[in-house]
């Protein structure tokens, strides 16, 4: 056996024989001998690499970008380094594969290897503990290696799966964003959309609920089914109601479910149809497109009354305008959008635009019922069941209370018992008003009957005495 003596001697030796190479031999040379090798010993090898460069000439190449993410997601459980990232945009953290370490994955029984590999220009490999190496000059690539019969496997199905996934991934850790238009066009620093409504939090009946989520899930599923059919892969909500029963609140949860952008077009500051098509077709795919209040949106509640807004010279936005841009030829140009238009009088809206194929689903937000109550005193004070509940679910049949008006009763800095009661005296009030509302126009009714028929009373009287 060797002593450590001979061993060290033996390890000096090598790296003296190395460095010298090194500087005797020029490195193209060098270089050249040893892909000469590489091509020799691969021709016997059983394993395929394929190479994914970080640039196609300018450009990033699409398949490194998406296997970076998705190895992002394999990396904390093959490797021993990983390195972590978190940017403003993202929700959660970025877990990136290090230099030189290498991810195993499983596709559909096939075992591949990824590595990633950093060149610096002058060919040298850089290794993770390159403290020193130049991240400027430094060129990436990720090889991808297998067993040569996986090959068309690999190539047609596992690359386009890790493209998929990468997208996925993506578009599950990018954080939502609100944005709003100013001067014609899109602002160019969106707001991060921190809004915390879900469909957990939501007061709204159930069944509607379950009824909402399934057509929006149908309808992020359903691209091939819009391709099929020739339409564009959009789909129209009508949110109605009185004035805090949820219409904004939905769609903070619809955003926050899909995880899409919202897009909040303020239509009094669109000058005309032209610009209006330029902000619909500026939106980004995956995205809600809002627009509130549309009934007060001036000149909009009917078409007829197109030309006189064009001659006004004020606002040019028209109806017709908006109807093209929501669902003419340009609206192809982008994919997985939905339009939501709030008002809180469905009866004001041109019916043109409440057609079938435009509003595809019109959801009418009411007055607090039960179920959204119970919802409400989750959210707000964290109980399940409270005795005061029969009391209120009997007041709550007697009168009409908005989810914003109980959110109001519920966030008084109370206990529970107290808000609850509070929120009782509050309906008693409201019942009590009614009640007197009701009483004041029955009277009047009497009233305006009794006129009635003493005035035909009178008439008759008088028809009497006329036929005598
Ligand atoms: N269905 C609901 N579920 C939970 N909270 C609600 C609901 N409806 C209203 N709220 C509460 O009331 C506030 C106002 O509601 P929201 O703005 O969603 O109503 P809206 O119908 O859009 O009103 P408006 O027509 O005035 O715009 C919300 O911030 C929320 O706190």
Redesign the pocket.
């Known amino acids: 056996m060797f002593d450590s003596k001979t061993l060290l001697s033996a390890m000096a030796s090598i790296v003296l024989v190395r460095n010298i190479t090194n500087e005797v031999i020029p490195h193209e040379i060098l270089n050249f001998v040893q892909s000469g090798l590489h091509h020799f010993c691969r021709q016997f090898s059983a394993q395929f690499t394929i190479v994914i460069e970080e640039f196609q000439g300018m450009a990033k190449n699409q398949v490194f970008e998406a296997a970076e993410t998705y190895l992002g997601t394999k990396a904390t459980v093959s490797t021993e380094r990983v390195k972590v990232s978190k940017s403003h945009d993202h929700k959660k953290l970025s877990f990136n594969i290090d230099r030189g370490e290498e991810v195993s994955d499983d596709f559909e029984g096939i075992r591949v290897k990824w590595k990633l590999i950093c060149i610096q220009e002058d060919g040298s490999r850089i290794r993770h503990n390159d403290m020193y190496a130049s991240s400027m000059s430094e060129i990436r690539s990720y090889e991808l290696t297998f067993h040569k019969k996986h090959k068309n496997k690999i190539i047609d199905s596992y690359l386009p799966y890790v493209m998929e996934m990468a997208k996925q991934i993506k578009e599950a850790n990018m954080a939502i964003k609100i944005h709003s238009n100013d001067y014609g066009c899109w602002s160019h620093e969106p707001v991060k959309f921190n809004h915390p409504?879900s469909f957990n939090?939501?007061?709204?009946d159930e069944e509607l609920q379950r009824e909402i989520m399934n057509d929006l899930d149908n309808f992020v599923k359903a691209k091939e089914f819009y391709r099929r059919t020739g339409k564009a892969w959009q789909r129209g909500y009508l949110l109605y109601?009185?004035?805090?029963?949820?219409?904004?609140?939905?769609i903070a949860a619809m955003a926050n479910y899909l995880n899409y952008d919202i897009y909040d077009l303020d239509l009094t500051d669109v000058q005309d149809n032209k610009i209006l098509k330029q902000l619909i077709l500026g939106m980004s795919n995956r995205s809600i497109l809002v627009i509130?209040?549309i009934d007060c949106t001036i000149n909009l509640q009917n078409r007829e009354e197109d030309k006189d807004v064009v001659d006004n010279g004020y606002n040019k936005v028209t109806l017709s305008g908006l109807l093209n841009a929501v669902d003419g030829l340009w609206s192809c140009c982008g994919e997985e959008h939905i339009i939501v238009f709030?008002t809180?009088h469905k009866d004001k809206l041109d019916p043109a635009l409440l057609r079938p194929g435009r509003m595809d689903k019109q959801i009418h937000?009411s007055y607090c019922n039960f179920s959204?109550l119970k919802?409400?005193v989750v959210?707000y004070l964290c109980i399940t069941q409270h005795e005061l509940f029969e009391e209120i679910e009997v007041l709550l049949g007697e009168v009409q209370v908005?989810?914003?008006e109980i959110?109001e009763e519920l966030t008084k800095d109370c206990d529970a018992t107290e808000c609850l009661e509070d929120l009782i005296k509050s309906l008693q009030a409201k019942k009590m008003i009614k009640e007197d509302i009701n009483n004041e126009e029955n009277v009047k009714e009497e009233h305006e009957l009794g006129s009635y028929e003493e005035g035909t009373a009178a008439d008759s009287d008088t028809g009497s005495n006329t036929n005598t």
Do not use: F
């Open positions: 409504m939090t939501l007061a709204i109601g009185p004035p805090g029963t949820g219409k904004s609140s939905l509130e209040d709030t809180n937000l959204a919802q409400l959210n908005t989810p914003a959110a």
